[in-house]
């Protein structure tokens, strides 16, 4: 029987009332003191246009490990049960709500923002010493976890998981992909310990295992937990092997039997860039001067800017564009595994969405900056009836996002051209803006 977007699904514990999620795109609630409030303000209208699942992004389970500001930081347990008010928002409006939980590694702020760079304790974490071409990236190196470190970052992952269960998540994700630390325990670039955690494919894995079963005993064997991760991995020196395919797969694999309730595979870079999203080069929102000021402000200095936009062009080259690129993984990934799986990274149509799920590719279909600009999505992707529902997003995946976001502004969308086409768009077929 052939699936379509409308159609309900079950993640172990865990019924979605349609196919649509929101990808985890950062929201920018930080450390701001009512954090509920401001997700609530992004959320809340996806879910009433229709939205069955809202993934919330990356959340640090220590207090160091950011890699935005505007990432919540969640140290203790009364941070976390501050959200309640939130997931309560979310189910009252008729929908799900998970959060991504993850630690930045040696990408975190501790490793280039100067404010956090000045109140630091340690460097950065880094499951291994940094490959000297990535080392240029980093201000004063990282420090290498030991095992009982890692261990001890394991334990982490299962109390902050239950207290997301405490504070009304309906599950937890792995934020495994986007060069962070659970991505960068699985990279072999990244990667070469010589302890449990590292080693072949299989053996990259463990602290993913081992966080799975830590989430069991303190949260509940029941509680669904999904992962994020990356299944194939870019890197710019073609000497260095990243992640293949057939790691990701089977990756995938040992994922479903240590019981993970879903999976979202993509590609990424073995260092954060445009890889992860794709799209263009943000050069409108580097040239804006209030941008271009906190961003020096952070960094320290114009070469460092020049540098960071450097990376950003050349990944957009390396990495361009592509309706669904994340196809032939997630595919993949599926012929597989059992457990439902989730395609994301540059879905914009419904067409799209319901061929992927008619063609068997997937059973989830995730959308990230597109609900920026447009928080209303849900409604006119899942109604036929809709005068919208076959064009495409408004995003054009212009990144202007992008930098904003890695200094803890607003998760909203930049693009004065995207406003003005919502507006011109509303006009004409007489719909209200959201
Ligand atoms: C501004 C921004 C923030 C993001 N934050 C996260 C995050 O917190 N966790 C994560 O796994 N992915 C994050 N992503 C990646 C998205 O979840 C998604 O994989 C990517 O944007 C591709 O989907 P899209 O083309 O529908 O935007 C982010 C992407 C952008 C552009």
């Known amino acids: 029987m052939s699936v379509s977007l409308r159609d309900p699904i079950t993640l172990g514990t865990l019924t979605l009332r349609n196919r649509l999620y929101r990808a985890p795109v950062l929201e920018g609630a930080g450390s701001a003191p009512n954090p509920a409030a401001v997700y609530a303000r992004h959320f809340v209208p996806n879910i009433e246009a229709g939205l069955a699942l809202v993934i919330q992004g990356n959340t640090i389970v220590n207090l160091e490990g950011r890699t935005s500001p505007g990432m919540s930081v969640i140290g203790d347990r009364e941070r976390m049960l501050a959200l309640k008010p939130l997931t309560d928002a979310v189910h009252r409006a008729g929908g799900r709500i998970i959060t991504q939980l993850g630690h930045g590694g040696s990408f975190s702020l501790e490793s280039w923002h100067?404010?956090?760079v000045a109140v630091r304790t340690s460097p950065p974490f880094a499951p291994s010493p940094l490959p000297l071409w990535i080392r240029s990236l980093h201000r004063g190196g990282v420090h290498v976890m030991s095992t009982r470190e890692v261990e001890e970052l394991v334990r982490r992952f299962g109390i902050v998981a239950?207290?997301?269960?405490?504070?009304g998540y309906d599950g937890v994700q792995l934020a495994g992909s986007n060069a962070k630390l659970l991505h960068q325990f699985l990279s072999p670039v990244h990667n070469r310990r010589k302890d449990r955690y590292g080693g072949d494919a299989t053996a990259r894995t463990t602290l993913l295992r081992e966080i799975r079963e830590a989430i069991a005993r303190e949260a509940g064997a029941?509680?669904?937990?999904?992962?994020?991760?990356?299944?194939?991995?870019?890197?710019?020196?073609?000497q260095r092997r990243g992640i293949t395919l057939e790691d990701g797969v089977l990756t995938a694999r040992i994922a479903?039997?240590?019981?993970?309730?879903?999976?979202?595979?993509v590609h990424a870079d073995v260092v954060p860039n445009t890889?992860?999203?794709?799209?263009?080069?943000?050069?409108?929102?580097?040239?804006?001067?209030?941008?271009?000021?906190?961003?020096?402000?952070?960094?320290?200095?114009?070469?460092?800017?020049?540098?960071?936009?450097?990376?950003?062009?050349?990944?957009?080259?390396?990495t361009p564009f592509e309706p669904v690129w994340n196809r032939a993984i997630f595919g993949a990934v599926k012929q597989a595994v059992n457990i439902p799986v989730f395609a994301v990274g540059?879905?914009?149509t419904a067409q799209e969405a319901n061929a992927i799920l008619a063609d068997g590719q997937a059973d989830m279909i995730g959308i990230g900056r597109p609900f920026y600009a447009e928080p209303d999505l849900a409604r006119r992707l899942l109604n036929e009836s809709d005068p919208n529902h076959d064009r495409e997003a408004a995003c054009?995946?212009?990144?202007?996002?992008?930098?904003?976001?890695?200094?803890g502004m607003p998760g909203v969308c930049y693009s004065p051209t995207v406003k003005l086409s919502l507006r011109h768009r509303d006009a004409k077929t007489g719909t209200a803006a959201a």
């Open 162 to 167: 239950a207290w997301a269960r405490e504070a």
């Open 346 to 348: 540059g879905i914009r």
């Open 222 to 238: 029941d509680y669904p937990v999904l992962l994020k991760y990356t299944a194939v991995e870019g890197t710019p020196v073609r």
């Open 114 to 116: 100067r404010d956090y």
């Open 256 to 265: 479903e039997q240590v019981g993970f309730a879903a999976l979202t595979p």
């Open 396 to 407: 054009k995946s212009c990144n202007q996002c992008l930098i904003p976001q890695m200094l």
């Open 275 to 318: 890889s992860i999203c794709r799209g263009q080069f943000p050069r409108g929102a580097l040239r804006r001067k209030g941008i271009k000021h906190r961003l020096l402000s952070a960094t320290g200095r114009r070469t460092r800017n020049l540098t960071l936009a450097a990376g950003l062009w050349l990944s957009t080259r390396r």
